[in-house]
């Protein structure tokens, strides 16, 4: 704590305001688009989330863009990388969080809902409710098969999400070893084990966009398929997105080590990234254990 | 910004604010951003209170009188929202921002160009959110539980740009959170460890964790909703296997945490405001630390206590209920210690004192209706009351806004660099104090002779008591004009305030002169 000095207060910056202006029309756009969809409307939602969304990218590359060049200027002190890295693991915590909840959604209609509405325990008399209806997990019946036509089956978890669970693991450890590629100051390691990293990510994404096509076209397994089908795309979707964010993270970070970015001492922003990647392939384990396997 | 990539940017903290609108807007400095919180806080607390005004103006007679029963439901749901998330909580963050860098000797947040980011998200997020009164259709009207399936298959269209409001404002108190947790753990001046910390750093501290902890599953909670609505979910539908409890899980686990929340940083100013007119350190520093921590755990387990009418199994209603109760063990702790710094002080009554004293007394009486209501049986005749309305608005009124009103007292001086006007300051509590009691003392009866909340009209056997909370309700709002009226008086003028106007007060803010310069601690100070 005794470097306060030196600790980096940016002046004004017109970064905040823009993504606020961005993040705003993006909220109404796809809020406009929504309710216009439902209602069965022609809607202007679509234009305004796309300019929306630009401007988020912009602003992206422009305050990342900022802050890699403070960093390069070496503004920041360590005391600013130890700010940097409370926050960046603050935001993982909040990030597993939002996990909690649907992982707490499943186990909740898992244990509770399910049995109460097939008639189990103190709460079993809801099974009035739909007195045909009888709880299996996975559910290839639902209380109201008209409402909520079920799915024919499930994804085998020993196919592709096996290979998917197979190449994520693989991933992080590929991202370690880049790791120690860079602190050791071997360029050439480091930039093939991250390239391999960012292909590893690509090659989940693609798996899991073949498994979501079979969701839909063969197993009849959709969003709308009850609550099985809700938890499973819910959660597996909410990982692919972050997949997808990790990925883009890692490609930056390769770009960047191209550029000669990053050494044994400044590497918060590998680091951070590869936190993330780690992250995400903690939450898959959860996924392929508790929505594939179990 | 590629300007401060020159020299500029290594020694530019010497000079003063920007000039013009565009100092607000671009701003990076803990002072503007917490006086924009403030501010913006402010407008909602006004805005929600107009909204609270039309509740009790309908419900001074039996009867509809004034609005729709439909747009009746609109205020309740958009008081409640306003005030939650547009006053309590972006007062409270405005408050960190401004005390938490004096307090611990930093030059500013952690985060400045982020902490910019947090604030501004939720001028955009009301925007949103308030914007839907004006659809065709009617804002939310499901309360600001918005349990399902009222907010999902009854609900209006605009419910989906209230749950991208909730996002906004959920990704703004994260980002805010994190910035706090970033600028105690890791800006604190050389000797400033954690013991040190006033006690407002600390119960911020514990805050901002709830905050990173839950904002998220209300984020999961609300996405929920969005794709029941939207894509054929059935998370809230029993019909494909989900279930409408599930919502009211989720939506508490999140839902208690937060009434914390809206507390602890109150709990935090008013254990700094007490030893100051009391003239005596605080009693027991260590033992609030740990009840504060001990509160911030207890509240990830009560959640269910706001549901035990929904019918969970006997052995969870005596968990929910027990583990309840057990939070009146820490918070008790804290009123002793309050207590206890008062006795034998040399006390004086000035408006931060008056404030905090009343908010111990009447936050005590919140705390005792809320251990009536964690009785699980008592609590299937209260459940929908007027009971938990008055209750509610015990902890918060007195608890959450007063805990405000003293800290915006007590550190206006160091703010504006003026004293406020003493008279005016204690006209504003005793009215704040009077009116606020007319107001939600009377809702303990009519709830417990049955009155059930969030309807329009009522018995007549209500009608007295009803009377007389709409015109303590209509007191108490008027007296917040006067209160806006005091500020702009202080800011404009008045005797100028020393660094430390407060004789008995401690901490590194009164080490700066009054009013704060633009930039405190570019180089930390020592601490003994």
């Known amino acids: 704590m005794a470097t306060h000095e030196h600790y980096y207060v940016p002046a004004q910056s017109k970064w905040p305001i823009i993504a606020t202006v961005g993040m705003f029309i993006t909220m109404y756009g796809l809020g406009t688009w929504f309710i216009d969809m439902k209602a069965g409307r022609e809607s202007h939602g679509p234009i305004f989330f796309a300019i929306g969304g630009l401007i988020v ?30 926050g960046m693991s603050w935001f993982i915590f909040s990030e597993v969080m939002f996990f909690v909840a649907f992982f707490g959604a499943l186990f909740y209609v898992r244990n509770i809902t399910g049995p109460a509405l097939g008639g189990e325990g103190p709460k079993g008399i809801a099974h009035m409710l739909w007195p045909n209806f009888q709880y299996v997990w996975p559910l290839l019946h639902t209380p109201d098969p008209t409402l909520f036509p079920p799915p024919k089956e499930i994804i085998d978890p020993w196919h592709l999400p096996l290979i998917n669970t197979v190449l994520l693991v693989s991933s992080s450890v590929t991202v370690t070893i880049a790791h120690h590629a860079l602190k050791k100051g071997h360029r050439g390691a480091l930039k093939l084990w991250l390239a391999l990293t960012v292909l590893l990510g690509l090659a989940f994404l693609m798996l899991q966009a073949m498994e979501y096509h079979e969701a839909y076209t063969e197993l009849g397994l959709t ?46 922003g590998f680091e951070a990234a590869s936190w993330y990647w780690h992250f995400v392939d903690v939450v898959w384990v959860g996924l392929f254990v508790f929505v594939y396997v179990l | 910004m590629s300007a401060v990539i020159d020299d500029h940017g290594h020694e530019g903290h010497a000079h003063g604010p ?69 006053a309590v909580m972006p007062a409270f963050v405005g408050l960190a921002n401004w005390m938490i860098p004096l307090m611990i000797g930093a030059p500013d947040m952690a985060l400045p160009r982020m902490n910019n ?57 994260i980002m805010g959170a994190i910035n706090v947790v970033a600028t105690i753990l890791n800006l604190r001046a050389p000797g400033m460890t954690l013991m040190k910390m006033p006690l407002f750093v600390w119960t911020w501290l514990i805050t901002a964790f709830l905050l990173i902890a839950v904002m998220p599953v209300l984020a999961g909670c609300v996405t929920m909703m969005l794709m029941d609505i939207h894509f054929h979910t059935s998370f809230f539908s029993a019909a494909g296997g989900g279930d409408p409890v599930l919502f009211q899980h989720v939506f508490w686990f999140f839902g208690h945490p937060e009434v914390y929340i809206m507390i602890l940083p109150a709990f935090g100013a008013v254990s700094s405001i007490i030893p100051a007119f009391s003239r005596k350190p605080l009693f027991g520093y260590t033992s609030m630390v740990y009840a504060t921590a001990s509160i911030a755990f207890l509240s990830f387990i009560v959640w269910a206590h706001h549901m ?6 006997l052995v969870g209603e005596l968990f929910f209920m027990y583990a309840t109760m057990l939070i ?49 049986p008592a609590d299937f005749q209260y459940q929908d009351t007027y009971f938990v309305v008055a209750h509610f608005h015990y902890v918060l009124v007195p608890g959450a806004i007063f805990g405000i009103f003293a ?90 305030a020393p660094a430390k106007p407060w004789d008995g007060a401690e901490g590194l803010e009164w080490t700066v002169p009054s009013p704060a310069p633009y930039h405190t601690f570019v180089t930390p100070p020592e601490v003994k």
């Open chain 1, 223 to 268: 969003l709308g398929s009850g609550i099985y089908g809700a938890t499973f795309f819910m959660l597996t979707g909410f990982h692919g997105a972050h997949v997808t964010i990790g990925t883009i993270i890692l490609f930056v970070m390769l770009m960047r080590i191209l550029r000669g970015h990053f050494d044994a001492e400044h590497q918060f």
């Open chain 1, 57 to 86: 990218a912009y602003i992206m590359f422009g305050w990342f863009g900022t802050v890699i060049k403070e960093s390069r200027a070496g503004l920041y002190s360590a005391q600013m990388d130890r700010s940097f890295r409370w």
């Open chain 2, 18 to 86: 920007a000039k013009g609108l565009m100092r607000w807007v671009l701003t990076t400095n803990h002072k503007d951003i917490g006086t924009l919180y403030l501010w913006f806080s402010f407008c909602m607390f006004l805005l929600g209170g107009s909204f609270a005004m039309v509740i009790r103006a309908e419900l001074f007679q039996p009867g509809l009188q004034i609005v729709e029963p439909a747009f009746f439901n609109q205020m309740t749901t958009m008081h409640g929202l306003v005030m939650v998330f547009g």
């Open chain 2, 308 to 313: 035990f009418v929904v019918g969970i199994p």
């Open chain 2, 407 to 496: 800290s915006a007292y007590y550190w206006l001086p160091k703010w504006t660099g003026h004293m406020y006007d003493e008279t005016l300051g204690k006209l504003h509590f005793w009215l704040s104090f009077i009116g606020m009691n007319m107001a939600f003392f009377p809702m303990h009866f009519v709830g417990l002779a049955g009155m059930p909340r969030r309807v329009p009209d009522y018995n007549l056997q209500f009608a007295d008591f009803n009377m007389v909370s709409s015109i303590g309700a209509f007191t108490f709002g008027a007296t917040q004009i006067f209160f806006l009226f005091i500020v702009i008086k202080t800011i404009r003028g008045g005797p100028p």
């Open chain 2, 117 to 173: 980011f947090s604030f501004w998200l939720l001028p955009a997020a009301f925007l949103l959110l308030v914007s839907t009164l004006f659809t065709p259709g009617g804002g939310p009207n499901f309360g600001w539980t918005f349990y399902a399936p009222l907010s999902t298959t009854y609900a209006p269209e605009s419910v989906t740009y209230f749950i991208f409001a909730i996002h906004l404002m959920g990704i703004s108190s």
């Open chain 2, 328 to 376: 009146a063990v820490p918070t008790g702790v804290k009123v002793f210690n309050w207590v206890s710094t008062m006795w034998q002080g040399e006390l004086t009554f000035e408006t931060p004192m008056l404030f905090a004293v009343a908010f111990v007394i009447l936050f005590t009486i919140g705390g005792f209706s809320g251990l009536m209501l964690a009785i699980a």
